[in-house]
């Protein structure tokens, strides 16, 4: 069976960074999973990890940023190279089950995320959250860190905080409700078809 790896580089005047990912490292794998992600923002690093963490996939990420003017460029690149690792490790869209859907408890928190992985990036996400931040990471920069992500990744993404008070909670919730939409989308079918009446994504 075919690896899904990648490693990338994303380097501007704004941020210095490395991705490199392996799709197939679920428990049972039998592969270890493997996550060590430095962004300089430490919610961001909790929110990728857990991200990594129950979608299955090993992950490290090092990223030099800005971060002396804001958290912006740092967020949204990063975003971008996860995406851009990601697109390029599942290769052709063949073979995979396209669709998938997740929901994400923590505590009074419950968030949905359903994905497409399509080739028609889009995104739409309505999180509620109400701080202004969440330890260093700005709240205006979560749903712009999803939509960097489709973006980059060529995915159709929802992702909806259906209930919560704690903005901690719900921001993980969502994180966490797209990994699980994640891991079941790029779960390889047994064919090798492509999973689309066009015949080609």
């Given at each position: 069976m075919a690896s899904r790896t990648a490693s990338i580089s994303r380097n501007t005047n704004e941020t210095q960074i490395t991705v490199s990912i392996d799709l197939d490292?679920?428990?049972?794998?039998?592969?270890?999973?493997?996550?060590d992600v430095s962004t300089g923002i430490g919610f961001l690093d909790h929110m990728y990890h857990a991200l990594a963490k129950h979608s299955g996939f090993s992950l490290t990420m090092s990223c030099k940023g800005d971060l002396w003017i804001d958290d912006h460029h740092t967020a949204e690149d990063s975003a971008i190279a996860l995406g851009t690792a990601f697109k390029q490790a599942l290769g052709e869209i063949r073979g995979i089950r396209r669709y998938g859907t997740g929901f994400a408890p923590l505590d009074e928190?419950?968030?949905?995320a359903?994905?497409?992985?399509?080739?028609?990036?889009?995104?739409?996400?309505?999180?509620?959250?109400?701080?202004?931040?969440?330890?260093?990471?700005?709240?205006?920069?979560?749903?712009?860190?999803?939509?960097?992500?489709?973006?980059?990744?060529?995915?159709?993404?929802?992702?909806?905080?259906?209930?919560?008070?704690?903005?901690?909670?719900?921001?993980?919730?969502?994180?966490?409700?797209?990994?699980?939409?994640?891991?079941?989308?790029?779960?390889?079918?047994?064919?090798?078809?492509?999973?689309?009446?066009?015949?080609?994504?």
């Open positions: 490292c679920p428990p049972g794998s039998g592969n270890a999973q493997t996550i928190a419950l968030s949905r359903v994905i497409d992985i399509c080739s028609r990036p889009y995104c739409v996400t309505d999180l509620g959250l109400r701080r202004e931040k969440l330890g260093d990471l700005s709240t205006e920069m979560v749903p712009h860190i999803f939509y960097s992500f489709a973006m980059a990744a060529g995915v159709t993404l929802h992702v909806d905080v259906l209930r919560g008070e704690n903005d901690h909670h719900r921001c993980e919730s969502a994180f966490k409700a797209l990994a699980l939409a994640i891991r079941q989308a790029i779960e390889r079918s047994g064919g090798k078809d492509v999973p689309s009446t066009k015949g080609v994504l």
